[in-house]
């Protein structure tokens, strides 16, 4: 697919235009983690979506979603072209850590989170655009694949381990230890304590 917006089957190699400068500022860690400090998803979703106006984007306010594309698709790769993007392997990577932000940012308060979905049913309206506004998602907005999967109603995949998706993330990290050689495990800091603190520290 691609480009722009042709959905018409076009073989095409693989380009990647890295961006360093773009990475190096949008994708640090405390920029990343400072999104979670929003206790509303409409609130999450903007600052994850950053930068985004009628489908340009404003590189000193780029979020971790668009920050990521353009880091690696730059100005001619298919990761920065929103129907070409993918056709690069990496785009899965890219929305894998994506979704492991957002399960972070759920698992903070469940109870009320795996609940909480808000956001226009049309690309390009408010907050994200001037484009005329219709209705927001509720949870039992359907999303689907087309002919590779039916629709289903949002409520359906809110939780990685509800009745129809069946996954986690794990709460270790692996690390590398260059004197040895070898790989082991780490536990990683209780999040929401952790998460706190931060948010209380930065002022978010």
């Known amino acids: 697919m691609g480009p722009f917006n042709s959905t018409a089957k076009r073989p095409q190699c693989l380009r990647r235009d890295f961006t360093p400068s773009l990475s190096t500022i949008r994708l640090k860690e405390e920029v990343v983690r400072r999104t979670h400090c ?23 306010q780029a979020g971790f979603h668009a920050a990521g594309h353009i880091s690696v698709g730059g100005e001619a790769g ?3 072209d929103v129907y070409a993007s993918p056709g690069d392997p990496m785009f899965y990577l890219h929305h894998t850590s994506i979704d492991h932000e957002w399960w972070k940012w759920q698992n903070v308060d469940p109870e ?3 609940k909480d979905a808000t956001g226009p049913t049309i690309a390009n309206s408010p907050p994200f655009g001037n484009r005329t506004s219709g209705p927001n998602i509720t949870l ?22 509800g009745d129809l998706l069946c996954y986690t993330y794990a709460k270790e990290k692996a690390v590398y230890d260059p004197e040895t050689g070898e790989w082991f495990s780490e536990e990683l800091t209780e999040y929401d ?3 706190g603190r931060f948010c209380g520290d930065s002022g978010n």
């Open 38 to 60: 929003e206790t509303t998803f409409g609130a999450y979703d903007v600052k994850v979506q950053g930068g985004v106006r009628d489908g340009r984007l404003i590189i000193e």
């Open 78 to 80: 298919q990761m920065a």
């Open 112 to 114: 009320a989170r795996l």
């Open 140 to 161: 039992d907005f359907e999303i689907g694949l087309n002919e590779l999967e039916p629709k289903v109603p949002l409520r359906r995949v809110m939780n990685t381990q």
């Open 193 to 195: 304590e952790d998460l």
